[in-house]
């Protein structure tokens, strides 16, 4: 690495993003002219997503970029089955002057976290694991994740990033329609009001990507015709 034609000494290198970014051990200024030599290594060479090498290339002018600093998650929202769990990651987006540690909170009811906190020094991802408890009632549960970063590099201090997490039930039944009918070939039956009637299931329909909550269900069944409602009016 050379700044106006010297030798500056590189600190460490962070690849993000696809992205090659190069940390000096002292800053470069607007104006200053940057060029970079890069020789193969026998171990960890620099290669694309699909495993090819980078070639060697020698004083390669290149522009100055500064990335801003953020909390970094791998989604913005995340869909957890009650009585699973889901996993998202959390990283930096460069490499920090101090170890940066981020508080993850807003787990509420039966969803919960782990960790509810990272601590990082560089740019590696981490995972973070939801999970969500069974419950009785048939309601999707929601909640929103937030994590805040604090350290000694105020340029991370305070920062803050959510994730949305909602909860989906496993199993809930869209509809039931029932023909209430006597059996093929039998004859005409009269329904009396408080008598159960013969029905029989003919469909059966479930939202999508649910599993048909479990239902004591037959073929043909009995079920009791409700008294009649009657209105008055004066």
């Not at 290669?47 to 600093?69: L, Y």
């Not at 791998?74 to 460069?94: C, D, M």
């Amino acid at each position: 690495m050379k700044v106006n034609g010297s030798t500056r000494a590189l600190t460490f290198v962070d690849v993000f993003e696809g992205l090659v970014i190069l940390h000096l051990s002292s800053p470069v200024t607007e104006g200053q002219t940057v060029t970079v030599s890069y020789a193969v290594p026998a171990t960890t060479p620099l290669q694309d997503a699909a495993g090819n090498k980078a070639a060697a290339f020698t004083d390669q002018a290149v522009r100055n970029v500064v990335i801003d600093p953020k909390i970094v998650l791998s989604g913005t929202s995340l869909t957890v089955p009650e009585g699973g769990s889901a996993t998202y990651t959390v990283k930096l987006s460069r490499r920090p002057s101090a170890i940066v540690t981020v508080a993850v909170t807003g787990a509420t009811g039966d969803i919960t976290v782990a960790p509810t906190s990272l601590t990082s020094t560089d740019t590696t991802a981490q995972t973070v694991t939801v999970s969500a408890a069974d419950d009785a009632d048939d309601v999707d549960d929601d909640a929103t994740l937030t994590h805040t970063a604090t350290s000694g590099d105020t340029h991370y201090s305070g920062l803050t990033a959510t994730v949305d997490v909602t909860v989906k039930e496993p199993g809930k039944l869209g509809k039931v329609v029932l023909e209430t009918r006597p059996p093929i070939n039998a004859p005409p039956t009269t329904v009396t009001e408080g008598q159960p009637v013969v029905f029989h299931v003919i469909s059966l329909e479930v939202l999508p990507n649910r599993q048909l909550s479990p239902l004591a269900c037959k073929r043909a069944g009995e079920l009791p015709v409700p008294p009649a409602k009657h209105s008055t009016s004066s």
